[in-house]
């Protein structure tokens, strides 16, 4: 291993070496941790296994999608609301205004 005399460098090289130091610090775990999971896929597919299926990590069978827009500001329809989870800030003003919320619907 060559060794670096730390002594004779500036304070921009030795920045620059402590960059480079965890750089290939984070390069070097990140393909250890792959050649790891390689091998652990390869004895799985011997065995005549997934290493999913073997941990427990199954394919979620839940889909998240978005629910369409049910309501909108009156001023701004850029800004909406589907009407689930929590009520935005705008939806609250207009109610504390005195609106209905059925005035606020999109299809009406």
Do not use: C
């Amino acid at each position: 291993m060559t060794k670096i005399n730390l002594e004779k460098l500036n304070l921009d090289e030795l920045k620059t070496l402590q960059k480079d130091v965890a750089k290939a610090i984070a390069q070097f775990e990140v393909r250890k941790r792959k050649e790891a999971l390689d091998a652990i896929e390869a004895v799985a597919r011997e065995k005549g296994y997934s290493l999913s299926e073997l941990t427990g990590a199954m394919p979620s069978k839940r889909s998240h999608t978005q629910a369409p827009p049910k309501y909108k500001h009156p001023e701004n329809p850029a800004k909406t609301w589907s009407g689930r989870g929590r009520q935005p800030a705008w939806a609250k003003e207009q109610l504390e205004s005195g609106k209905v919320l059925d005035e606020l619907l999109i299809d009406r």
